[in-house]
């Protein structure tokens, strides 16, 4: 039986947007592609999801049409050059302003290919169908796009949503342990902004028998349905969407002083940023300490640590200092009262982020 559910499309800034979990991926990408009139129809992989994700629906009859462009995978290619090459193909297969695209891979797809759509022709839809667990619960949803630049990550980009995201948790087969991990820690950090019920589920989850919890399908349309619920709320960011910034002014320093040395998954560097966070959560906003400490072990137990020295502390904090969220001097932070109890624009002095970093290092 078909279960298809549309999440959310009433807001303003939203009404173009549909968030779809499918069960029939088939009917559900026929019905939106047909919901876009186009006069050609493409679709952007890169080398790997055209690998092992295109075969999913290159086979269907609303495909058959379709005419592929590929750029390289991961992060490391999310730049200008990508991007010039997705214009220039589809300038080159002769596609208008009437054209429609529909961008099949991880956040690194969904983000480009995104930008790619909305400056091309200035503007011609899309449909954002996310193939990695961290592209289904964040990157694909929200209309932010855009592309790395001159070393700084998303520096270039527009909000602009996609006509439609399909989730389907099929695609995530092929997907490796660590990716994975990488999504759930968005996951995570949902449930934190949510509810007790949210947050207690997603500690539970077991990874070694998935069967045994709540299917993950449900746990990613619950966690989508906050980011929707919050970027329907505030699209440019001026307010709630801050929320989903928790674990990421530490996370983005981690993440920046890792590619010093060795990378780390976003997700990751999340993970270990909300250790930090919930510790200032508890210190300066009234956190529960039992939660934090519950949460701290799941992080602990599932994504390892990632090991610093006191004598990181001043460029993880100069790297805190440069985080774009930030206005004047202060270093911006948003923290908890309790899960789902949200504090944004609160600071924290350096003596209050390296006694986090302590507790990091302790822990
Ligand atoms: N727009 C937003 O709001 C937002 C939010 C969070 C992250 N992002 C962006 O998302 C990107 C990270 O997303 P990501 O983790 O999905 O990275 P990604 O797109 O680079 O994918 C990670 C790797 O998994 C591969 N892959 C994709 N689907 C697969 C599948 N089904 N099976 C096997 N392998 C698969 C990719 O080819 C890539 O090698 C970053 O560029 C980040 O800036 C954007
Ligand atoms: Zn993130």
């Known amino acids: ?23 029939n991926l088939e009917q559900v990408l026929t019905t939106a592609i047909a919901q876009c009139p ?38 490391a290619n999310k730049t200008l050059d990508s991007l010039s090459h997705v214009w220039s193909e589809l300038q080159r297969m002769g596609a ?18 995104g930008f790619a759509a ?45 006509d439609c995201v399909i989730l389907d948790t099929v695609f ?24 007790d019920r949210m947050w207690a589920e997603l500690l539970n989850f077991d990874f070694e028998k998935p069967g045994e919890s709540r299917p993950l ?17 505030d699209p440019t960011e001026h307010g709630i969407r801050k929320a989903l910034n928790l674990g990421h002014t530490v996370g983005h320093a981690f993440e920046s002083l890792a590619l010093e040395r060795k990378p780390i998954l976003h997700g990751f560097a999340v993970a270990y940023g909300l250790i930090p966070e919930l510790y200032l959560c508890c210190a300066k906003t009234g956190f529960p ?7 701290v072990s799941f992080i602990k137990n599932q994504y390892g640590s990632m090991s610093i020295t006191c ?34 624009n609160q600071t924290a002095s350096e003596e209050d982020i390296k006694e986090a970093l302590d507790f990091y290092r302790e822990c």
């Not at 904090?317 to 109890?341: Q, V, W, Y």
Request: aromatic share 4%.
């Open 118 to 162: 909305s400056t091309f022709k200035r503007g011609i839809p899309y449909i954002n169908i996310p193939t990695t667990l961290l592209s289904m619960v964040d990157a694909s949803v929200g209309g932010k796009t855009g592309i790395n630049f001159g070393g700084l990550k998303n520096e270039i980009g527009v909000f602009n949503n996609a």
């Open 217 to 233: 399908s449900t746990l990613i349309a619950d966690s989508v349905a906050v980011k929707q619920r919050i970027v329907t709320e």
């Open 1 to 23: 039986m078909e279960k298809n559910i549309i999440i959310d499309d009433t807001s303003k800034f939203m009404e173009q947007q549909k968030v779809i979990i499918s069960e």
């Open 289 to 295: 300490t039992g939660k934090m400490r519950q949460t």
């Open 311 to 344: 004598d990181d502390y001043p460029r993880l904090l100069e790297l805190m200092h440069h985080d774009k969220k930030n206005r004047g001097n202060a270093i911006n932070f948003t923290l908890l009262g309790d899960i789902g109890d949200i504090r944004i």
């Open 38 to 75: 186009h006069d050609k129809l493409f679709v952007l992989t890169d080398e790997t999801t055209h690998r092992l994700c295109l075969p999913l629906i290159s086979g269907f009859d609303c495909m058959a049409e379709a005419q592929s462009i590929i750029i390289g995978a991961t992060d």
């Open 96 to 113: 208008t302003r009437h054209s429609l695209m529909v961008n099949l891979g991880g956040g690194m797809v969904t983000d480009l290919g």
């Open 172 to 195: 995530l087969r092929t997907m490796d342990h660590e990716n994975l991990l990488s999504g759930y820690a968005e996951m995570l950090k949902h449930g934190l902004i949510s509810n």
